[in-house]
């Protein structure tokens, strides 16, 4: 495998990393920066935190394992992450530092949690501000239970029943926590506010891909008509448009 800062690496055995060959899949990843290098993290298609140190070969620096079972990570900052995983049916919260043996005790908060459940995972580093939505129930229409808490302040929750269309995609932190929508059949994505929907944007053909990043606060969209948009949250608004060249001419 080639990765960016890391160089080239062994594949590791399946049984150490599930990736599935060949396939399109992304994986959630952060690179954290520190004092005497970086690591990379990669959360596997079975739950695994692994990680990579830069500046080691590949026999003095293999893939490590931080543990397992991992629901969800979120980069906060160039230095740290967040990863969320299912204890004794209870949500667990970590936070990993870039600096070796840093890592900060997991937290209980006390969120009805399973093992298989879908979690969205937003944090930002002030004052530990974090926002996490578990699936309730994945039906049509599917219900959330958002919540919103900081280091050592008191957590907030309550439900959010999607209207019928809509699915769920990240969560956003800002002045409270908001669920990031996509409805299919429409071409469009949106913010949960409280109950009422505001939409974001809307494609001229179907979304056939996406991914959203938090510390960022991007969505990339690729089109059935091979379109790439990437929409910025926090402008709220296309920051980049690109088209293929065999349907129209690309701009920024």
Same mark, same amino acid.
């Given at each position: 495998? #080639?990765?960016?800062?890391?160089?080239?690496?062994?594949?590791?055995?399946?049984?150490?990393?599930?990736?599935?060959?060949?396939?399109?899949?992304?994986?959630?990843?952060?690179?954290?920066?520190?004092?005497?290098?970086?690591?990379?993290?990669?959360?596997?298609?079975?739950? &695994?935190?692994?990680?990579?140190?830069?500046?080691?070969?590949?026999?003095?620096?293999?893939?490590?394992?931080?543990?397992?079972? *991992?629901?969800?990570?979120?980069? $906060?900052?160039?230095?740290?992450? !967040?990863?969320?995983?299912? #204890?004794?049916?209870?949500?667990?919260? %970590?936070?990993?530092?870039?600096?070796?043996?840093?890592?900060?005790?997991?937290?209980?908060?006390? +969120?009805?949690?399973?093992?298989?459940?879908? *979690?969205?995972?937003?944090?930002?580093?002030?004052?530990?501000?974090?926002?996490?939505?578990?699936?309730?129930?994945?039906?049509?229409?599917?219900?959330?239970?958002?919540?919103?808490?900081?280091?050592? %302040?008191? +957590?907030?929750?309550?439900?959010?029943? /999607?209207?019928?269309?809509?699915?769920?995609?990240? *969560?956003?932190?800002?002045?409270?926590?908001?669920?990031?929508?996509?409805?299919?059949? #429409? &071409?469009?994505?949106?913010?949960?506010?409280?109950?009422?929907? /505001?939409?974001?944007?809307?494609?001229?053909?179907? +979304?056939?891909?996406?991914?959203?990043?938090?510390?960022?606060? %991007?969505?990339?969209?690729?089109?059935?008509?091979?379109? !790439? $948009?990437?929409?910025?949250?926090?402008?709220?608004?296309? $920051?980049?448009? /690109? #088209?293929?060249?065999?349907?129209?001419? %690309?701009?920024?």
């Amino acid at each position: 495998m #080639q990765f960016p800062r890391i160089g080239k690496v062994p594949l590791p055995p399946q049984a150490e990393f599930h990736a599935s060959p060949g396939s399109a899949a992304l994986l959630d990843a952060a690179w954290l920066s520190g004092k005497s290098g970086g690591r990379l993290y990669l959360r596997d298609l079975s739950g &695994n935190l692994v990680y990579w140190e830069s500046g080691r070969s590949a026999e003095t620096g293999p893939m490590r394992r931080e543990c397992d079972g *991992v629901l969800a990570l979120c980069q $906060i900052d160039a230095v740290s992450l !967040l990863y969320a995983r299912s #204890q004794d049916g209870q949500l667990r919260l %970590g936070r990993l530092d870039a600096s070796p043996g840093r890592k900060t005790a997991e937290a209980a908060p006390g +969120i009805p949690c399973l093992a298989d459940s879908r *979690v969205l995972l937003h944090a930002l580093p002030q004052d530990r501000r974090f926002a996490c939505a578990v699936l309730a129930h994945g039906g049509e229409p599917e219900t959330w239970r958002l919540h919103a808490g900081g280091a050592g %302040g008191a +957590i907030d929750g309550r439900e959010c029943r /999607l209207p019928p269309g809509w699915r769920a995609i990240g *969560v956003q932190l800002t002045d409270k926590p908001r669920l990031l929508l996509v409805h299919d059949k #429409q &071409n469009q994505i949106a913010l949960l506010d409280e109950d009422k929907i /505001l939409p974001l944007h809307q494609t001229a053909s179907p +979304i056939v891909r996406l991914s959203y990043t938090p510390s960022c606060a %991007g969505i990339a969209l690729l089109t059935e008509q091979r379109e !790439l $948009i990437v929409y910025s949250l926090s402008a709220r608004a296309v $920051i980049l448009h /690109l #088209q293929n060249q065999t349907e129209g001419k %690309g701009h920024g």
